[in-house]
């Protein structure tokens, strides 16, 4: 059974910066591309960074790029998001996700096989 547990979320102050792990379990990790994605109060799961099997390649929504970083550490089943300069709308809970398919990149929560259970982040004004 696939699982992946995710940590690293908490409270913040704007400007700060955190650093999310998403541990996978279940499955040969190296051959998923991974993602972020994240939900905050009465609003749609929506993407955040992706990034690739075997190049790495990274892709990253628009709000955060510059700011987040994904990265994937395969000999740890592992995928990071390091979260800097936060602001308050970055606040939300925080799901990582995998998919197998070869389609680069994929944005949209429907085409992802896998999820964990979140980690919250909350980020203070």
């Known amino acids: 059974q696939v699982q992946h547990v995710e940590s690293g979320g908490g409270l913040v102050q704007a400007g700060g910066s955190l650093r999310l792990s998403c541990a996978a379990s279940?499955?040969?990790?190296?051959?998923?591309?991974m993602a972020w994605f994240r939900q905050a109060p009465g609003k749609e799961r929506e993407f955040v960074a992706t990034?690739?099997?075997?190049?790495?390649?990274?892709y990253y929504a628009d709000s955060v790029k510059g700011r987040f970083t994904i990265s994937r550490d395969d000999a740890k089943n592992t995928v990071y998001l390091q979260m800097n300069s936060l602001k308050p709308e970055d606040t939300a809970v925080y799901y990582c996700?995998?998919?197998?398919?070869?389609?680069?990149?994929?944005?949209?929560?429907?085409?992802?096989?896998?999820w964990g259970q979140g980690t919250q982040v909350t980020v203070s004004s």
């Open positions: 996700a995998a998919h197998v398919s070869r389609v680069w990149p994929v944005t949209a929560t429907n085409d992802y096989d896998y």
């Open positions: 279940g499955r040969t990790f190296s051959s998923y591309a």
């Open positions: 990034i690739a099997r075997s190049t790495s390649r990274t």
